[in-house]
Nanobody, 123 residues
Framework: QVQLVESGGGLVQAGGSLRLSCAAS????????MGWFRQAPGKERNFVAA????????YYADSVKGRFTISRDNAKNTVYLQMDSLKPEDTAVYYCAADRGSYSSRPSAYDYWGQGTQVTISS
């Protein structure tokens, strides 16, 4: 079993930056694909970024490519999402997720989820 706890959300102006963190419990963290998803009110949950077990392979949604950076520290059982050049359309609840299998951008492929952290970007 893996428990995930996100932190770092908040309210920032457009053009600003935030860094989200996701702390994981359990000994298997270094074997998991870690991903970030987001969900705006009334919309479906969408893929944002993912990173493989070593951190060497990363994947991004087109909407965040070049602005967001995902990374992980296996020694700290933590995955990060650095978000720069934020836009109002980035406003959403951001979820951390863990996948015991191979990389996927589908939410249904992920086995464990955090409770989410709110990110609000003002114009």
């Amino acid at each position: 079993q893996v428990q995930l706890v996100e932190s770092g959300g908040g309210l920032v102006q457009a053009g600003g930056s935030l860094r989200l963190s996701c702390a994981a419990s359990g000994r298997t963290f270094s074997t998991l694909i870690m991903g970030w998803f987001r969900q705006a009110p009334g919309k479906e949950r969408n893929f944002v970024a993912a990173v493989n077990w070593s951190g060497r392979s990363t994947y991004y949604a087109d909407s965040v490519k070049g602005r967001f950076t995902i990374s992980r520290d296996n020694a700290k059982n933590t995955v990060y999402l650095q978000m720069d050049s934020l836009k109002p359309e980035d406003t959403a609840v951001y979820y951390c997720a863990a996948d015991r299998g191979s990389y996927s951008s589908r939410p249904s492929a992920y086995d464990y989820w955090g409770q989410g952290t709110q990110v609000t970007i003002s114009s």
